[in-house]
């Protein structure tokens, strides 16, 4: 939030409103999201907390198996030959 460590009140927009879903679109310094109406607020902002846990938790696992298949390319391994020559 760029506008808060300016010392600025933050640019905070309603884009929309679904009503099938009881829910407001969101936008704060150009940060995009969904506030459930049925939720509370505690439920929306643990909602959000969650799904950025696991997207951590799955980029973290996928760098882990990009480093590993880094490490066992034939490219890897060639060099890593040249270098005990």
């Given amino acids: 939030m760029a506008a808060k460590k300016s010392g600025?009140?933050?640019?905070?927009?309603?884009?929309?409103?679904?009503?099938?879903?009881l829910a407001l679109n969101l936008s704060v310094d150009n940060y995009h999201?969904?506030?459930?109406?049925?939720?509370?607020?505690?439920?929306?902002?643990?909602?959000?907390?969650?799904?950025?846990k696991k997207a951590k938790e799955k980029s973290k696992v996928h760098s882990q198996r990009y480093r590993i298949l880094r490490e066992n390319s034939p490219k890897s391994n060639a060099?890593?030959?040249?270098?005990?020559?």
Avoid at 8 to 21: C, L
Avoid at 36 to 48: E, G, M, Q, V
């Fill in 8 to 21: 600025q009140v933050p640019a905070a927009y309603v884009e929309g409103f679904d009503g099938k879903n």
């Fill in 79 to 85: 060099n890593w030959l040249k270098q005990k020559s």
């Fill in 33 to 52: 999201f969904s506030f459930n109406l049925r939720d509370s607020i505690f439920d929306n902002a643990n909602r959000y907390y969650e799904h950025g």
